[in-house]
T-cell receptor, first 114, second 111 residues
């Protein structure tokens, strides 16, 4: 049982390049989330999904797209990276209705956009 | 909208108690959480409290909730160097178990 895993761990992009971050969970969770963490700002929700085939916008969705083709995977895409997207990205998952179980987090992806 | 605020830094001596404070705005929040983040790692759930509780104790951790003032605190007794980390307060808000996080309090423990 690996929990929540993220690929890659580190990445450096040039402005305008694209990339996809992969999140995988093996806990059969319905809900999955993508956050970004910036110094002094805590975690902000980018997009989330409440089940396979569904996605919804969070607090800071601009410049990102997501897909949830399989229940266990949640992909975050940057079509044209900008320096403002330099951040640490965290994926999390949560079982539907399991409020006391709250969210399980992956180890993060550190992205630098030059 | 919802907002969660915390002080950014706390320094304590090893063996002393640490108290990390948090204020939140959404009075309908049913659960409030404390997460710990060690360097280079993701967030780990430390403890949570249901909104109809005033206090919850879990070994060295004590959570106090003042719902009237929308104030949450985390007390760590006998603080150790291994407690050095960033601590995030979070409230559940907006459905689908979404969380609103504070900016995090960096706890530094010195000998």
């Amino acid at each position: 049982n690996a929990g929540v895993t993220q690929t890659p761990k580190f990445r450096v992009l040039k402005t305008g390049q694209s990339m996809t971050l992969l999140c995988a969970q093996d806990m059969n969770h319905e809900y999955m989330y993508w956050y970004r963490q910036d110094p002094g700002m805590g975690l902000r929700l980018i997009h989330y999904s409440v089940g396979e085939g569904t996605t919804a916008k969070g607090e800071v969705p601009d410049g990102y797209n997501v897909s949830r083709l399989k229940k266990q995977n949640f992909l975050l895409g940057l079509e044209s990276a900008a320096p403002s997207q330099t951040s640490v990205y965290f994926c999390a998952s949560n079982g539907q209705g399991a409020t006391t179980d709250t969210q399980y987090f992956g180890p993060g992806t550190r992205l630098t956009v030059l | 909208g919802e907002d969660v605020e915390q002080s950014l830094f706390l320094s304590v001596r090893e063996g002393d108690s640490s108290v990390i404070n948090c204020t939140y705005t959404d009075s309908s929040s049913t659960y409030l959480y404390w997460y710990k983040q060690e360097p280079g790692a993701g967030l780990q759930l430390l403890t949570y409290i249901f909104s109809n509780m005033d206090m919850k104790q879990d070994q060295r951790l004590t959570v106090l909730l003042n719902k009237k003032d929308k104030h949450l605190s985390l007390r760590i007794a006998d603080t150790q160097t291994g407690d050095s980390a960033i601590y995030f307060c979070a409230e559940m808000a907006g459905g689908y178990n979404k969380l609103i996080f504070g900016a995090g309090t960096r706890l530094a423990v010195h000998p």
